[in-house]
């Protein structure tokens, strides 16, 4: 019988030593290029003007790791190889190998990709190597399967020139960055594998440190940002020990790590709504053992990895599509280095980076998502709840029934959005406010204006990020902004950068002008709504939420208990 790893629902969503020149509304075509030359601590590179921001420089294909391909395949990212002349730094390196999503709402522009993919790229207005700019670093969606930090949305330039500098960067992907197996265990120092996509944005973490001062950024005030599978991301970052001290704050758009993760070698089942009846192992070696029998036909040869490593990874993808094995997409493991334990007991017992937050989600999070959700009666919904739910299909159909009144599949998508993304949020505030620190909880209302559709989509899974980075995507309108957007999109899009900055500067997104966002507290549940005219919700969304946060308690009842 043949091995089949199921994937779970969510697979969509998760979908400077230089010279510088002051900032000025055009760029002196007579200056000189060594203006733009960088001393990194691996070399000097050489970035170029940004086009629609002309006083930004940005630099693009930074290598802040070896390539890992060959024998570095599924290895921790190790260190660059320096050079003594000056690197190109005009062009984007590869996107990390992945099979591009060419069709669908989520889809991506062509870009190449490759296993040589652990580059970053940094955009700088500063004045001088001595400005210490705050630095934000974005870490890309895409269900740790697709994506790059070269996406056209994700441009720093705009954001750039509102006194900070911003850094995108790329990881492995799929297979290639998230695997495990007991042969990769042994081979490595810490006897743990998998998670090396971590890994990877650990080592960009790093290479800030290292290097941000010659760019004018603030290596001691960094701020680590990113939505869907990149703001769970930043939820990793937070709970793993290992990034402790290589940031200062975190902003989460629509994505935690609070629901329980499998271990190296026991199965957990995961969140209840996402279960899938007879799942197969999903522990990390679990996986590791069927994706090596179906491509080297054995799971414990000692020579299976370096067979595995000979392949090319597309002949990986054939095979392991020949052999109906499906990677689950959210392959992360507590495997006791990176994670010691679970990240929700990391994130209360001490273990985790205790920083200022800002965490939220987008009002419609579910609509493209799982756009093919049918419209059922209410009946059928209540039994498919009983059925899929049975412990807590009770409470579900009382608080989602008036929603399912109006429409059963806006429902089902409520709960799953509530489910995956809103009560994770309210969580990680939670945690954030259990350890001293200030949180800011936001719902994204907005929504945005796309093409055909017009704003029928409402406030869907992503609309936000072109609000926060305000990028040149697509045709443009006379301002450098999208052609569709109108004045209600540039006033939230304007309120937006200006909370995310002000933050990133200070711990802080209040400032001058904007409506007062106020802090976290659990005894009230106060989210800032975003959209025209902002406004404060008390204990938004709370009936529902508890539901889910009961969920989560019971399934971490028994490591609780343990502790």
């Known amino acids: 019988m043949r091995n089949k790893i199921i994937s779970c629902a969510v697979a969509v969503c998760c979908c400077v030593a230089g010279a510088f020149i002051s900032a000025t509304d055009s760029v002196d075509e007579s200056a000189n290029e060594t203006e733009l030359v960088v001393q990194t601590v691996h070399g000097p590179i050489q970035g170029a003007y940004s086009t629609v921001a002309h006083e930004i420089r940005a630099f693009k294909g930074i290598p802040f790791?070896?390539?890992?391909?060959?024998?570095?395949?599924?290895?921790?990212?190790?260190?660059?190889?320096?050079?003594?002349?000056?690197?190109?730094?005009?062009?984007?390196?590869?996107?990390?190998?992945?099979?591009?999503?060419?069709?669908?709402?989520?889809?991506?522009?062509?870009?190449?990709?490759?296993?040589?993919?652990?580059?970053?790229n940094v955009w700088t207005g500063a004045s001088s190597k001595d400005t210490k700019l705050p630095v934000m670093v974005w870490i890309h969606g895409g269900a740790f399967i697709v994506g790059s930090g070269?996406?056209?949305?994700?441009?720093?330039?705009?954001?750039?020139?509102?006194?900070?500098?911003?850094?995108?960067?790329?990881?492995?992907?799929?297979?290639?960055?998230?695997?495990?197996?007991?042969?990769?265990?042994?081979?490595?120092?810490?006897?743990?594998?998998?998670?090396?996509?971590?890994?990877?944005?650990?080592?960009?973490?790093?290479?800030?440190?290292?290097?941000?001062?010659?760019?004018?950024?603030?290596?001691?005030?960094?701020?680590?940002?990113?939505?869907?599978?990149?703001?769970?991301?930043?939820?990793?970052?937070?709970?793993?020990?290992?990034?402790?001290?290589?940031f200062q704050k975190a902003i989460g758009q629509s994505g935690g790590c609070f629901a329980k993760h499998p271990?190296?070698?026991?199965?957990?089942?995961?969140?209840?709504?996402?279960a899938t009846p007879g799942l197969p192992d999903t522990s990390g070696y679990g996986v590791g053992k069927a994706v090596a029998k179906a491509l080297v036909t054995t799971t414990d040869d000692a020579d299976a990895i370096?067979?595995?490593?000979?392949?090319?990874?597309?002949?990986?993808?054939?095979?392991?599509?020949?052999?109906?094995?499906?990677?689950?997409w959210r392959s992360i493991y507590v495997d006791g280095v990176m994670f010691p334990t679970q990240m929700r007991l990391l994130m209360s017992n001490g273990g985790a980076s205790s920083v200022d937050t800002i965490v939220g989600?987008?009002?419609d999070e579910g609509v493209m998502?799982?756009?093919?959700?049918?419209?059922?009666?209410?009946?059928?919904?209540?039994?498919?709840?009983?059925?899929?739910?049975?412990?807590?299909?009770?409470?579900?159909?009382?608080?989602?029934?008036?929603?399912?009144?109006?429409?059963?599949?806006?429902?089902?998508?409520?709960i799953m959005s509530d489910a995956i993304f809103t009560s994770e949020m309210r969580t990680w505030a939670q945690h954030v406010r259990n350890q001293g620190k200030s949180a800011f909880v936001y719902v994204f209302n907005h929504a945005p204006p796309i093409g055909e559709f017009g704003r029928s989509l409402g406030a869907f899974h992503g609309g936000e990020i072109q609000y926060v980075f305000q990028s040149h995507v697509g045709e443009n309108a006379d301002d450098g902004l999208p052609v569709l957007w109108d004045n209600s999109d540039r006033k939230v899009a304007s309120m937006m950068r200006q909370y995310w900055v002000n933050f990133a500067k200070t711990g802080d997104p209040n400032g001058e002008g904007l409506p007062e966002w106020p802090r976290y507290l659990a005894s009230t549940n106060q989210t800032l709504a975003i959209e025209e005219s902002p406004h404060v919700v008390t204990d938004f969304r709370k009936a529902k939420l508890d539901i889910f946060e009961q969920i989560m308690r019971e399934g971490f009842a028994e490591t609780e208990a343990e502790r």
């Open 65 to 120: 790791a070896a390539p890992p391909v060959g024998e570095l395949r599924w290895r921790t990212p190790q260190p660059v190889t320096a050079w003594s002349d000056v690197r190109d730094a005009t062009e984007f390196g590869s996107r990390c190998y992945q099979q591009t999503l060419e069709e669908g709402f989520y889809s991506m522009d062509p870009q190449p990709t490759s296993e040589d993919c652990l580059y970053l």
């Open 150 to 246: 070269s996406e056209a949305l994700y441009q720093g330039d705009r954001l750039a020139q509102d006194g900070v500098v911003v850094v995108t960067v790329n990881y492995r992907l799929g297979l290639m960055g998230f695997f495990a197996h007991p042969s990769l265990s042994e081979e490595s120092e810490s006897g743990a594998s998998g998670n090396q996509g971590l890994y990877d944005q650990i080592a960009a973490l790093q290479w800030i440190q290292d290097n941000i001062a010659a760019f004018g950024g603030d290596p001691g005030n960094v701020t680590i940002f990113g939505e869907s599978a990149g703001s769970i991301s930043v939820c990793y970052l937070v709970a793993t020990p290992l990034a402790k001290g290589l």
């Open 263 to 274: 271990t190296l070698t026991d199965s957990v089942e995961e969140f209840a709504l996402l």
């Open 306 to 328: 370096a067979k595995m490593r000979v392949l090319a990874p597309e002949e990986i993808a054939a095979k392991l599509l020949e052999q109906q094995v499906v990677v689950p």
């Open 361 to 363: 989600s987008t009002k």
């Open 369 to 414: 998502l799982w756009s093919q959700i049918p419209e059922t009666s209410l009946e059928e919904w209540k039994s498919g709840i009983q059925t899929n739910v049975p412990k807590f299909a009770e409470n579900l159909v009382a608080a989602y029934t008036a929603d399912a009144q109006k429409s059963t599949r806006t429902a089902t998508q409520e």
